[in-house]
């Protein structure tokens, strides 16, 4: 029998020149529906098979660790006919807390170890190293630091597969750098497709119907400024030297949206206030690792300050006390709380894209910080296939982004001011007093 055209299915050209390429340092980028799974997982089989060896597969999280056990290295264990002694699944302990273990052990004293990707756990288990998905591993660079020196003082072998996904991260430059060690193996879904996949672009690309997935997920184009959901040309469109002033305020209704952060995220609040067509950023708080009561207080004081027509808080974790805390405080009709999930998170997007692109929305210019976190936001495509925007988890998580996207979402729909005049209030002794010159209690109320 020949081993490499076993597993349950020929394989094609280009999956068999990667098994047969013995090469100590390999790495594949290869469109989605490729087969790179399953191809991957059939070498470290084979390599078990043929000889006492440990394989650490290293994949994005614990759902693609358990995939890759049992549709690719269990599959071709069945098929081949190998001898197993055991099958096992344990927790590990990290720094960050538990993690799920698989471990398949052969009869011949071989292992092949399947564990989710972080620095705590790639520090944990030395082997013969598979990175799986690898442009997907959050902390790619910190998990490269972590195991590559192990690996190659040691003399083992180390195979990374993945589609792209992007240029800001390790992934991209080990399969672009010149000069390298690297065995470089790249198949589009064209030649995949030529060679002997049953699949038809036509209907794939049809399907999927969006240019900037295809062109990365498929035709293996690299993407950066095109897939940053902010590019440098609309956050320069509008910069300005006025905005982000909080004593330029006029004194007209203005929009809030806060993004809720604790210990790796900043707590952000954005204020917005209409100025004819245009919003301008009035004030933008910082917080890090600063305490609820400081949140609260903060907020608190930029609710005096401004008159707040609607404050939209992100909801989400640990956002939902805070949210049911304000809305206590400063009234439901005032308060939104936005659960961020995929759709959401669309929505919140486009809003926030649309106002760049139509330059209704002025920004402090010149804020770096600012800058990076707008710019970082980029459209991106999960394992499955799935659009959703995400940002540079190693540098932050676009937290100030998202504050303004929720800000210019809080302006799109704002409650009409009732107008009204109010009655003349005595207090005990009868002395009566005018609210109309307070700001925070201006005539008239919203709905």
Request: glycine share 8%.
């Amino acid at each position: 029998m020949d081993l490499i055209d076993s597993g349950g299915g020929i394989l094609l050209p280009y999956q068999k020149r990667w098994v047969q390429d013995n090469s100590r340092y390999k790495i594949g980028m290869f469109a989605r529906q490729c087969g790179k799974t399953f191809t991957t997982g059939l070498e470290v089989v084979l390599d078990c098979y043929a000889h006492k060896t440990k394989w650490i597969i290293m994949s994005r999280g614990e759902r693609q660790a358990r995939e890759m056990m049992s549709e690719s290295i269990n599959l071709h264990v069945k098929a081949i006919g190998i001898a197993i002694s055991d099958l096992l699944e344990y927790d590990y302990e990290t720094e960050g807390g538990k993690v799920k273990v698989l471990e398949t052990i052969f009869a011949n004293g071989s292992r092949i170890i399947a564990i989710p990707a972080n620095p705590d756990t790639a520090r944990g288990f030395t082997g013969n190293l598979l990175l799986d998905e690898f442009a997907f591993h959050q902390q790619s660079r910190k998990i490269w630091a972590a195991v590559f020196p192990v690996a190659s003082s040691r003399g083992f072998r180390v195979l990374i597969v993945s589609t792209g996904n992007g240029k800001d991260n390790k992934y991209y430059e080990l399969m672009t750098a010149k000069d390298s060690v690297w065995s470089r193996h790249k198949v589009d879904i064209y030649e995949a497709v030529e060679q002997g996949l049953p699949r038809s672009v036509a209907e794939l690309k049809s399907g999927l119907n969006d240019p900037d997935i295809w062109a990365q997920e498929y035709e293996l184009q690299w993407m950066d400024e095109s897939t940053a959901w902010l590019p440098y040309e609309l956050i320069n469109g509008v910069e300005s030297e006025k905005a982000g002033l909080p004593e330029a305020y006029t004194g007209q209704p203005v929009f809030i949206g806060n993004d809720i952060g604790l210990r790796r995220d900043l707590w952000v609040a954005w204020v917005l206030e209409p100025i004819g067509d245009v919003l301008w950023t009035r004030e933008i708080v910082v917080l890090h690792r600063a305490p609820f009561a400081e949140h609260d207080a903060v907020l608190d004081e930029l609710m005096n300050k401004y008159r707040v027509a609607r404050l939209c808080i992100d909801q989400t974790g640990m956002g939902e006390k805070p949210v049911e805390d304000a809305k206590r405080r400063y009234g439901n009709s005032r308060v939104e709380g936005v659960l961020f999930t995929s759709a959401s998170k669309l929505h919140l997007a486009n809003v926030g894209k649309q106002a760049f692109e139509d330059r209704t929305i002025r920004i402090p210019m010149g804020d770096e910080k600012l800058r990076t976190d707008l710019h970082k936001l980029r459209k991106t495509v999960s394992a499955t296939g799935q659009p959703r925007f995400v940002a540079d988890n190693e540098n932050g998580h676009a937290d100030r982004a998202w504050a303004c996207f929720l800000a210019l979402y809080a302006a799109q729909n704002p409650p009409s001011l009732i107008e009204y005049t109010p009655a003349p209030s005595t207090d005990w002794d009868g002395v009566q007093n005018d609210f109309d010159d307070n700001r925070n209690n201006p005539t008239g109320c919203w709905a």
